[in-house]
């Protein structure tokens, strides 16, 4: 199965089966072991590393993203 096919599928689902199937999709996730949720965890964040690597995002300081959060929270 192809994953970009599957989601590209999804997408043109109305809103209600969606919603439906993001919801069906998540609760899926909760009958993951612990190893498998941290394995699943390593996957993403060596994904965004090599995002970030690769020059696709850009690092943002500390003190940046603290003073995002704070102006959020006001």
Do not use: Y
Not at 2 to 23: G, K, N, S, V, Y
Not at 67 to 74: F, G, T, V, Y
Request: glycine share 2%.
């Amino acid at each position: 199965m192809d994953a970009l096919l599957i989601e590209h599928e999804a997408l043109q689902l109305p809103t209600a089966e969606r919603a439906r199937l993001a919801q069906h999709l998540i609760d899926s996730l909760d009958e993951l072991s612990v190893h498998q949720t941290d394995t699943l965890w390593l996957l993403e964040a060596n994904e965004r590393l090599c995002t970030f690597d690769a020059g696709g995002v850009s690092a943002v300081s500390a003190d940046e993203v603290r003073q995002k959060a704070r102006a959020l929270l006001k």
